[in-house]
């Protein structure tokens, strides 16, 4: 017995130690179980799921500016073999996020609210700092991180995860939460790498008051991402004033780049907000403009639109919903490739019409294997599952619940799913997203003038406004200042 411990002892020392690597920033060494080729790996998976499930934002002019800002900012950082990607992802959210081997992501929300290079620098260089310092692979290091997508985390419950078909974990390494001592050392990182490539890094700290102001304006609804998740936006700003300071001093930098016109002008008709064109609800209804179909939402179910799918869940967890693309080139074929991958056995099943569309509807049960069943892991699963043929695509609709909760669910999973039809209100097809659109200002005046010679007039609004400009409604603009509306 003691020598079994003391072999013991001495494997796990070893494990111990050899789980040890140098960090690239400090020197130091610190507890990490993911090599550098398992983050390279982790990052070529993660990134066509990522990518997936938020769809990259179409501008040209976008993608080529961070990429190219990225690529100068990774070739001065502590990790600059690592092939670095930068993306601008299609979502409203105010965020950005990197995870590891070099793949940074910022959203066209985010994009929105800078109002120069320098406060996109300073974020830009903050989130390649989590890459540098190992930060990403050393919470999964720690936590292993929890798989399940961020859709499920919203709208569905656990034992529902499994139909939400999401990247389990490209988008789940969203959940990776830095503590203090990590966000402190980013903030570092992001005020040295742009200041090293010619950026003031004051910006940075300035960006941080607008978080803190968007945060106060949702009133702890919608809280932008990136604040919930890096902190105390306000105390922040102190210390990266400090730190911008001191780089400056140090790389005796005399000239530091803001270039406020020329970032307004590129956003210049940035998509602001939800894009109707990849469908909106209105009234409980889900519309799709490019795709033309329409169906009810049951009130109070929360809803998720991503590029693959749509998601709906009532408040209870008890049930969901899912409206997706199916495999196959017949009814016939996609029943049956749904069937199999979700491994359902028939209960009875039809051909039918849905408003005129071909249709096969199926109740079907989920099988469970017999550990399943030994562990009572998850009761029992039930499903009304309609494939509809429709605009050269065939749509998997299914409710979901499990099957002692079935017979109640199931009115409105009818209703939702039988409801589904053509839209044709071209009110609704011709429904234009809401645009970043730079105007010059004609005069000396206030910012609450300018915007109210731009019809803008609405007291929220103004403030919101406010907000996206980084200023306040008593602020001076002076005549040839650019600043930012909202407008179709």
């Not at 911008?244 to 930098?253: E, F, H, Q, S, Y």
């Amino acid at each position: 017995m003691k020598n079994i411990t003391f072999h013991s002892l001495l494997t796990a020392l070893f494990l111990l130690v050899s789980s040890c690597a140098k960090n690239p920033v400090t020197g130091k060494r610190d507890f990490m179980l993911m090599s550098t080729e398992q983050e390279i790996a982790m990052g070529q998976q993660s990134d066509p799921e990522i990518a997936g499930y938020f769809g990259i934002y179409e501008d040209k002019t976008l993608q080529q500016f961070i990429s190219e800002k990225g690529q100068q900012m990774a070739a001065i950082s502590h990790r600059k073999e690592l092939k670095y990607q930068f993306k601008v992802v299609d979502s409203p959210v105010v965020n950005a996020f990197a995870v590891p081997g070099g793949y940074v992501y910022f959203t066209r929300g985010i994009m929105a609210h800078f109002n120069n290079e320098a406060e996109f620098a300073g974020v830009l260089g903050h989130e390649i700092g989590h890459i540098t310092a190992r930060h990403s692979a050393k919470q999964y290091s720690k936590s292993m991180i929890a798989q399940l997508g961020l859709v499920v985390g919203m709208v569905v419950s656990p034992e529902f995860a499994q139909f939400a078909d999401v990247a389990q974990q490209g988008v789940g390494l969203l959940f990776l939460k830095f503590g203090r001592d990590a966000e402190r050392e980013s903030d570092k990182l992001g005020v040295e790498y742009s200041t090293t490539i010619g950026y003031d890094a004051q910006e940075m700290a300035d960006f941080f008051a607008t978080l803190d102001r968007i945060g106060k304006q949702s009133g702890g609804e919608e809280v932008p991402t990136f604040l919930s998740t890096h902190p105390d936006p306000m105390d922040r700003q102190d210390r990266v004033t400090k730190m911008a300071a001191d780089w400056k001093k140090k790389l005796n930098v005399t000239d530091a780049k803001v270039n406020r016109n020329s970032y307004l002008k590129m956003i210049d008709g940035l998509v602001y907000g939800e894009d109707p064109r990849q469908g909106f609800v209105e009234n409980h209804v889900f519309y799709h403009p490019v795709l033309k179909f329409q169906f009810p939402v049951p009130p109070a179910w929360a809803l998720q639109n991503t590029p693959q799918s749509v998601q709906m869940a009532d408040q209870s967890g008890k049930a969901m919903m899912l409206l997706s693309l199916a495999e196959g080139q017949s009814l016939e074929a996609a029943a049956q490739a749904l069937l199999q991958k979700y491994q359902f056995q028939p209960v009875e099943s039809k051909k039918e019409t849905v408003n005129g569309l071909p249709a096969i509807a199926i109740v079907a049960d989920q099988q469970q294997t017999e550990q399943q069943q030994q562990q009572r892991q998850q009761p029992p699963i039930r499903s009304l599952i309609y494939l509809i043929q429709y605009g050269g695509n065939i749509y998997s609709l299914m409710g979901v619940s499990a099957a002692s909760d079935f017979t109640t669910y199931f009115p409105q999973f009818n209703a939702t799913i039988t409801n589904f039809r053509e839209l044709t209100d071209p009110t609704k097809i011709n429904r234009k997203p809401d645009r970043i659109r730079i105007k010059e200002a004609k005069k000396n005046q206030t910012l609450a003038q300018a915007l109210q010679e731009n019809r803008v007039s609405d007291a929220k609004k103004m403030e919101e406004l406010a907000i996206l400009n980084g200023m306040q409604l008593t602020d001076q603009v002076e005549r040839g200042m650019l600043f930012k509306v909202i407008e179709k």
